[in-house]
């Protein structure tokens, strides 16, 4: 057997719910060690480089980058370890192109948005008004405290002397979906479409399953933090995080694939890799998503009882098919925005391959790309068993290569012809096309299917079904996009700040 080595801390993955956990965990002088089964840092946050561009895996409309408050989550992890980043401030989060002619920015400006809208929905102006100025009470009451562990009782009591009515506030809305609101206040239809793609667009199911806390984050924050781009590409968080983290004293090990977790007496006790290395520590954190750390690093165990329930409420989103393209400057007309999402029938809005994802951050940093040209990065929803079998579900057998690179082929026009009518000149001006499927995102981002994160399985109690970071299994934690408060970049974040915090006061870091 090798030799074994002991840490405080081993956390399995480095995405950045699991770098801010270390990260945070290392600046209290514990002794972490990540291990990452990919070549860089990052996960679905990191980055490729081909022909001269470089392309954002997945993320890159980035909250929690903003300087004020307490819910710029992502800054305040980076200077925890004494790094920042440069950032460039997106004026625009989204440009819609929606059925029926619904062609909407959402400007940074918060009255500039509204009026936006309310020029389209004119008899909804006061409904508008009061669905958004709503949605800004629950980021009030975030962003006026210090968000870290609800598992932790002297942190709760502290946190309620010290801003009660905040409190109060949050407990009301934390079983609450959008959807419940936005009905409260506005009845014209379409305006429920478009509050549902709102949602959709980052929490991938309509209004009435999405929980309102999350909703409150978003659709405040981008008038307040705004979205801004970390120049240099999204990858560099996780590599600013990395570097922080080695400065204080933290490890970071790549090629690590983790096999198994090692359990001796209903305890979590140390990772067993793919090269038969073991190593050891006091606590175990899996970044991993709940299906693999469950499913396939503890397959020694019965899965717990409360990880069954989890698994009867939320089921895996599909995943994606990705275009990641270089494309000639002119194909971009005049004032073109950073983010777009286009849908031609509101029929199809969460259908796969209904509603596309577009990302162009050459028009923030230019350097990603060579001179004259941009990056388009587009995605569309899609599920793994599509690209498995020749015919969807039912078929067992798998596509052959010919077969796996034929279908990309088509897919990948049929997305690239409907983005004609935004970018006219598209399919001429293509200079580099990458395409990945579901098959790539699971291969290369270890998530089981590819899958984008958890969704709930039918209408919930807002966030109240999503797990913290202890487990069921002693000396065990998971943090990342399958723990509360869900998916995105500043909420992972938020994950890893109150897993560190659990685990500091265990170990007595804090
Ligand atoms: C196409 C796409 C677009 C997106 N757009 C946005 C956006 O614009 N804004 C936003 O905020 N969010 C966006 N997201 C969501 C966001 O990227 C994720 O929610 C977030 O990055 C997930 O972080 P995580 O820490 O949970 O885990 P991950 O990013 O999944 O990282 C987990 C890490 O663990 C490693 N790992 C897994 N298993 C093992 C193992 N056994 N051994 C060792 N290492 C292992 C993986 O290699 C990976 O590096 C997008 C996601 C996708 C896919």
Redesign the pocket.
């Known amino acids: 057997m090798p030799l074994m080595q002991k840490f405080d801390v081993i956390i ?9 956990t270390a990260t945070q965990l290392a600046a209290k002088g514990a002794k972490v060690l990540v ?4 070549l860089i ?6 980055y490729f480089e081909r022909q001269g561009y470089r392309f ?9 980058l903003g300087h004020d408050g307490t819910t710029n989550l992502l800054t305040r992890a980076l200077s925890a370890v004494n790094v920042s980043l440069e950032t460039i401030p997106d004026p625009v989060q989204i440009h819609y192109h929606l059925p029926n002619g619904l062609n909407l920015k959402v400007y940074r400006a918060y009255e500039k948005f509204l009026d936006a809208l309310t020029a389209y929905f004119p008899h909804e102006s006061r409904g508008i008004r009061s669905f958004y100025d709503e949605c800004w009470k629950v980021f009030n009451c975030l962003n006026s405290m210090d968000l870290l562990s609800l598992e932790e009782p002297r942190y709760l009591m502290r946190v309620f002397l010290q801003h009660p009515l905040a409190c109060l506030g949050l407990a009301k809305y934390l079983p609450q979906n959008v959807g419940h609101l936005a009905r409260r206040y506005i009845q014209d239809p379409q305006l429920l479409k478009f509050i549902d793609m709102e949602c959709y667009c ?1 929490s991938v199911v309509p209004a009435n399953m999405t929980p309102m806390i999350n909703a409150g984050m978003v659709f405040s924050d981008r008038h307040y933090g705004g979205v801004n781009y970390p120049k240099g590409g999204v990858g560099q968080i996780a590599q600013k995080l990395v570097e922080g983290l080695v400065a204080a004293g933290g490890k970071i090990q790549y090629r ?4 198994e977790i090692l359990i001796e007496d209903g305890i979590a006790v140390g ?1 067993l ?1 793919a090269d038969n290395q073991i190593y050891r520590a006091k606590r175990i954190v ?4 709940r299906w ?1 750390t469950f499913e ?2 503890l397959v020694q165990q019965e899965m717990p009882l409360n990880e069954k329930k989890w698994q009867q409420r939320y089921e895996k989103s599909p ?2 098919l ?1 275009l990641h393209m270089g494309v000639k400057a002119e194909v971009l007309p005049r004032g073109t925005e950073c ?1 777009h999402i286009s849908l031609e029938d509101w029929e199809k809005m969460t259908a796969p391959g209904g509603t596309i ?1 577009v ?1 162009i951050p050459t028009l923030l940093d230019p350097d990603l790309a060579p001179p004259g040209y941009h990056i388009i ?1 587009t ?1 569309t929803p899609q599920w793994y068993a599509d690209w498995r079998s020749a015919n969807s579900r039912c078929a067992p057998q798998s596509l052959s290569p010919s077969e796996y690179e034929a279908k990309k082929k088509v897919a990948a026009s049929s997305i690239i012809n409907r983005l004609e009518k935004i970018f006219p000149g598209l399919n001429a001006g293509l200079d580099c096309l990458e395409v990945g499927t579901p098959r790539t ?1 699971r291969r ?4 089981q299917d ?1 899958t ?2 958890p969704i709930p399985r039918r209408k919930l109690h807002g966030l109240l079904g999503m797990p913290f970071n202890r487990t069921a299994i002693k000396g065990l934690y998971c ?4 723990t509360f408060p ?7 974040a938020f ?2 700040f109150a897993c560190a915090h659990r685990i500091a006061v265990d170990l007595g870091f804090s």
Do not use: C
């Open positions: 399995i993955g480095s995405g950045i719910g699991g770098l801010v291990l990452e089964r990919y840092p990052g996960g679905s946050a990191g954002d895996v997945g993320a890159s409309m980035i909250f929690g980052w690590a694939r983790v096999t990772v890799l899996s970044n991993a998503t693999d396939k690093l995943s994606f990705s983010h994802f990302s990065h995605f995102h290369f981002l270890g998530r590819g984008y994160g943090v990342g996009d399958s869900g998916q995105g970049l500043n909420a992972v994950s890893g």
